[in-house]
């Protein structure tokens, strides 16, 4: 039941507000480990603090935590992820786990937060 007197929330305004981080263009080599499908190898295509999207030739199940092995400007990072999303070939992966690996992400983040704002990228 929606509230008088109260705007509904637009279906683009209610995508933009379940996303916890912001996402940052990124284009790097991802190496996915997964139970089912085996070593696989992508391209990143953007991260956020909570996650990364890729592009994968091959099926990766939703809802399967695989392992993702990546580099970043602060470092390499091996880090558990739940696959969240597919659309084509394009997967969303939330990260699980690592604290450490996690702190190499947000500070890849935040450069990339002050680079993209500069450059005119979102």
């Given amino acids: 039941m929606e509230a008088q007197n109260q705007p509904a929330a637009s ?28 070593l696989l190898t ?3 295509l953007d991260i956020s603090e909570s996650g990364i999207s890729a592009l994968l030739r091959i099926e990766v ?7 993702l092995e990546f580099t970043l400007p602060f470092g ?10 597919k659309n084509a070939f394009r997967y969303g992966f939330e990260f699980v786990g690592s604290d ?17 704002s500069l450059s005119g990228e979102s």
């Fill in 11 to 38: 279906p683009n305004r209610e995508v933009v507000d379940k996303r916890h981080h912001p996402r940052f263009k990124l284009e790097v080599k991802v190496s996915i480990t997964s139970r089912t499908s085996g």
């Fill in 61 to 67: 199940p939703l809802g399967e935590v695989v392992d």
């Fill in 76 to 85: 390499h990072v091996v880090i558990y992820a739940m696959v969240r999303q």
């Fill in 42 to 44: 992508g391209r990143t």
């Fill in 100 to 116: 450490t690996a996690k702190k190499i992400i947000q500070s890849t983040c935040r450069e990339l937060a002050v680079e993209q």
